[in-house]
């Protein structure tokens, strides 16, 4: 096994994978990737951003850095969005790398703060991620965890 990881803007020849792969996992539509991915690949701005796992060629994992991931408190913005480890490759430090990697991306384009909403407890804080508060995503009947972390 040997993981590489990298930014879309890295790997573009990977945007149409990438925009198919996060929206199986997440079930929002790939035309929704594939224009948060395009923006990304353009660099105008420092979000939205997308960051991927390959196993050689395979994508065993990602996430997104996009404006807001669907809850109404915009004031907490940017959001690392559509965490996700391929099953067979979990508990083998991926998304760690991955939270670790977007952290020090968004850190050197001047964004200090990264808030990530969430229905998982414990998994963040081993990352330097804190409980913030309760937020209720949009069309959701019950609250989610909001997390911030914030880089030196």
């Not at 807001?68 to 490759?89: I, Q, W």
Request: charged fraction near 30%; proline fraction near 5%; glycine fraction near 6%.
């Amino acid at each position: 096994m040997e993981i590489t990881y990298c930014r879309i803007l890295d790997v573009p020849e990977k945007r149409d994978e990438a925009a198919k792969w996060f929206s199986e996992k997440w079930n929002i539509p790939k035309e929704a990737y594939e224009e948060s991915i395009e923006e990304a690949i353009k660099g105008i701005a420092p979000v939205p951003q997308w960051y991927l796992a390959l196993d050689h060629d395979r994508i065993v994992g990602g996430l997104g850095v996009i404006p807001n991931d669907f809850h109404p408190r915009k004031d907490l913005s940017p959001n690392v969005c559509a965490v996700y480890t391929e099953e067979d490759m979990r508990n083998k430090g991926i998304a760690g790398r991955l939270l670790e990697l977007v952290c020090e991306d968004m850190a050197k384009k001047g964004i200090t703060t990264l808030y990530l909403l969430t229905d998982h407890t414990s998994f963040y804080e081993r990352y330097g991620w804190e409980f913030y508060c309760f937020v209720r995503g949009d069309g959701e009947t019950k609250d989610s965890r909001m997390y911030i972390h914030r880089m030196p």
